[in-house]
């Protein structure tokens, strides 16, 4: 179950773009303090604001909607969470491979609640954060389980 946990965390945790971001992250109490974020599309936004962004924006919103799930599970909410330990060395590449692999069999194996909270409430908070449509049938390039999971090979 926790192993399910972490990934849905990590799904979540799509908080990047498809992209591949750059690999530097400014040190803690390095700069000056941020500028104002435009109120665009997290893809529009450079390299230090998507940072600044996943800071203001998604760490705290995401953190409280874990926390609310499991408590104990997401209690150390961080980069790490979605992005895994590449975190640390600012690499924030999204889909993330170690988050777990979305398949029907591996499907199977989670909670039916666990798979619900991600698609009703992760799945639709992230992409009105990143103010991307959400995916659906009609709408197939929107935001969804894959910008964050790869899939199982079946």
């Known amino acids: 179950m926790k192993s399910f946990a972490f990934a849905i965390a990590v799904l979540v945790g799509a908080c990047g773009s ?5 690999p530097t992250t400014p040190p803690e109490g390095s700069a000056a303090p941020a500028a104002a974020l435009p109120d665009v599309a997290f893809e529009q936004l450079d390299h230090d604001q998507k940072i600044q962004f996943m800071k203001e924006k998604v760490m705290p919103e995401m953190a409280a909607a874990f926390q609310a799930h499991d408590a104990k599970e997401f209690a150390e909410f961080g980069c790490k969470t979605c992005h895994g330990p590449g975190a640390e ?10 988050l777990p692999k979305l398949g029907e069999k591996e499907m199977a194996k989670y909670k039916k609640e666990d798979i619900e909270w991600m698609a009703t409430v ?9 103010k991307e449509p959400e995916y659906s049938k009609d709408n197939p390039n929107g935001f969804g389980c894959m910008h964050c999971h790869t899939a199982a090979a079946e």
């Open 122 to 130: 992760i799945k639709p908070k992230m992409a009105a954060l990143l």
């Open 18 to 22: 498809k992209t591949p971001s750059q």
């Open 89 to 98: 060395k600012g690499e924030f590449h999204m889909p993330y491979d170690g």
